[in-house]
């Protein structure tokens, strides 16, 4: 059972911490391919204030882009949490006991996640204490269900 979740969930679209680096850099990136830049300056001391401002992105690009990378990492609107479903697909047999055994396997995670995630948080000394941040990016309840995507 857990290598077919373990399965499930590499296959299924996660949302990962890479995914939220990335997210959180190209917002910011003025080199980042939309935003490409003129090279810097190669003689010190040189810089005018027309250069300065080439190397900024364009307002409307850098809107455009920002906008585009919201819309595409909020959740879905019609977001249905991993292994669970809005038409009853399985609703009696074995198909039925097999989808409520994993369904509770994965609360189980979930409810695991979560008391690991409250124990950080009240273990962080400081706010600013980097060591204790919860970590909640593979708990079923933020996967989506691959049949929805």
Known sequence: MLGHFTSVTLLSETQTAADQILFG???VDPEHAPLFAPPPPQVKGQLTDEDFLSFLPDVNTSVRVLTSLALLSAPAKNYVPLCRYREPLFSRGAPLGLV????????AISDDITRRNAHLAAAAETPDDVTALPYAYLDPERIENSVAI
């Not at 409520?100 to 609360?107: F, H, P």
């Open 25 to 27: 850099l190209r917002s």
């Open 100 to 107: 409520q055994a994993v369904q509770a396997e994965l609360r």
